[in-house]
Nanobody, 124 residues
């Protein structure tokens, strides 16, 4: 069983930065890709960023490319999402998730463990 706990969310002004962390329990963290997703009120959950099991490859949604950076530390069982140049449209609950695969996929159905989410609010 894997448990994922996100932290680092909060309220920030447009143009600001936040760093989200996701701490994982269990022994399988370093074996699978990890992803960050977000869900705004009234909208479907969407892929934000993903990273392979080794951390050597990443993938981003077009809407965050160049502003967000995903990274992982397998020794600490933690994945991060550095968010810069935040915009009001980035406001959402952000979730980390562990994939069933070693490579990144943007499909939520390919992720079998999810955190409880952390709220990010960007004011204009």
């Amino acid at each position: 069983q894997v448990q994922l706990v996100e932290s680092g969310g909060g309220l920030v002004q447009a143009g600001g930065s936040l760093r989200l962390s996701c701490a994982a329990s269990g022994r399988t963290f370093s074996s699978y890709a990890m992803g960050w997703f977000r869900q705004a009120p009234g909208k479907e959950r969407e892929f934000v960023a993903g990273i392979t099991w080794s951390g050597d490859s990443t993938s981003y949604a077009d809407s965050v490319k160049g502003r967000f950076t995903i990274s992982r530390d397998n020794a600490k069982n933690t994945v991060y999402l550095q968010m810069n140049s935040l915009k009001p449209e980035d406001t959402a609950v952000y979730y980390c998730a562990q994939s069933t695969r070693v490579l990144v996929t943007p499909t939520p159905l390919r992720y079998n463990y999810w955190g409880q989410g952390t709220q990010v609010t960007v004011s204009s």
